[in-house]
C-alpha cells in the first residue's frame, strides 16, 4: 500500500485500513526522527494487546521509542527479517520495514485515526 491509503496515529503510527490482519508500522515522519534504527523489539505471535499499550520498541543511535497499539488484537506476523535488518525501517517504512500484522478485534478505534491528508496537516501544524 502507498502512504496515501494507510490511516495514522498522533505517535506516528501506520495502518491498512479495512484488512485484518492489518500490516502495521512508523511513519516516515517518526523514522526520521529516529534516525538510524539499530534494534527491533517484536511481540511474540499470538500475543494479544489493548489500543494503546506498547507493541514493540524501536532502538536507535538517537533514542528508544515505544510503538503502540493502535486498536485492540491479536498479533498474527512479525517481521521477523527486521530482527538481522532493523535498518529496513529507515529504508522502506511503509513497505519492507512493516513491524505486526494485527487481528483486529474491535476494529472502531481505526474510525479515529488520521487519513493521509489530516496526517500531513497534523504534521505541518507540529512544524509551526
Known amino acids: ?18 484488512k485484518s490482519p492489518a500490516r ?8 526520521g526522527e529516529l534516525t538510524d534504527v539499530v534494534f527491533v523489539e517484536l511481540p511474540e505471535e499470538g500475543a494479544e494487546f489493548a489500543k494503546g499499550e506498547v507493541i514493540a520498541t524501536l532502538e536507535s543511535v ?23 535488518n532493523p535498518q529496513k525501517i529507515n529504508e522502506d ?23 493521509y491528508e489530516a496526517y500531513r496537516k497534523y504534521l505541518d501544524n507540529r512544524d509551526e
Open 1 to 18: 500500500m502507498t502512504p496515501q491509503e494507510l490511516l495514522y496515529t498522533e505517535e506516528h503510527e501506520w495502518i491498512e485500513p479495512g
Open 24 to 31: 502495521f508500522g512508523i511513519s516516515d515522519y517518526a523514522q
Open 62 to 84: 538517537k533514542a528508544t521509542s515505544d510503538v503502540y497499539a493502535p486498536a485492540d488484537g491479536k498479533i498474527a506476523a512479525v517481521n521477523s527479517d527486521l530482527e538481522d
Open 93 to 115: 517504512p511503509y513497505g519492507d520495514g512493516w513491524l505486526v500484522e494485527i487481528e483486529i478485534s474491535d476494529p472502531a478505534p481505526l474510525e479515529e485515526l488520521m487519513d
